[in-house]
């Protein structure tokens, strides 16, 4: 697959095969979220990986926003105290941080087959406590993984002429 074709084919999956996914590919998954950027380099995020099958139930339980069963969670969350070291613009930028390193992931993912799904739908409180996070660590998003039952149709996307602004605001880069 050529990149575009996977970024183009990715989508957000809410239902999964009951199928374990390989360890080699989880591996790649997470190396592909590491080689993100992140402003200053500083990297302040932590990543909880979620494989235990009644952990990742308890986490459903406490999700609105999560559909499915998952083979995997991966937990994306800010590390406070590392975020410092980027000032007041710290915490905004982790946040860009960990979604560029969710992007990677899930664009490695579906290379592989593997479907995901971003959550941003849960009880930050709950999920902190289920899963033994640290005070200065902040869960922001949920990624669920897994095979797909099937791959959903693409949601229109805005076309480039109405978003995509030419030099200045409001001139629209294609005719
Ligand atoms: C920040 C963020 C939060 C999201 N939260 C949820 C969620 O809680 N539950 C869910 O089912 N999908 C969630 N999604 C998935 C979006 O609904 C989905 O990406 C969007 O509809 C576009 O579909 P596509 O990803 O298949 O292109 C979220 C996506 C993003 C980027």
């Not at 990715?10 to 095969?17: D, I, L």
């Not at 559909?67 to 800010?78: D, E, K, R, S």
Request: positive net charge; charged residues 25%.
């Amino acid at each position: 697959m050529d990149l575009m074709e996977i970024i183009k084919g990715r989508r957000a999956t809410r239902r999964y095969e009951d199928k374990e996914i390989p360890k080699e590919d989880i591996k790649k998954i997470l190396e592909a979220g590491i080689w993100a950027p992140s402003g200053s380099n500083l990297q302040s995020w932590e990543f909880v990986v979620v494989l235990d099958k009644e952990l990742i139930e308890k986490i459903k339980m406490i999700s609105p926003g999560l559909f499915g069963n998952p083979a995997m969670l991966v937990v994306g969350c800010i590390n406070v105290e590392r975020a410092k070291k980027g000032g007041k613009i710290g915490y905004p930028m982790a946040m860009m941080d960990v979604s560029m390193a969710f992007q990677n992931m899930m664009l490695m993912a579906y290379s592989l087959g593997i479907g995901s799904c971003p959550v941003l739908s849960f009880n930050k409180i709950a999920l902190k406590e289920l899963l033994e996070i640290p005070e200065h660590v902040d869960p922001i998003l949920i990624v669920t993984f897994g095979y797909p039952k099937f791959w959903p149709k693409p949601p229109r996307r805005r076309p480039i002429k109405e978003v995509m602004h030419l030099d200045k605001f409001g001139r629209p880069f294609e005719e």
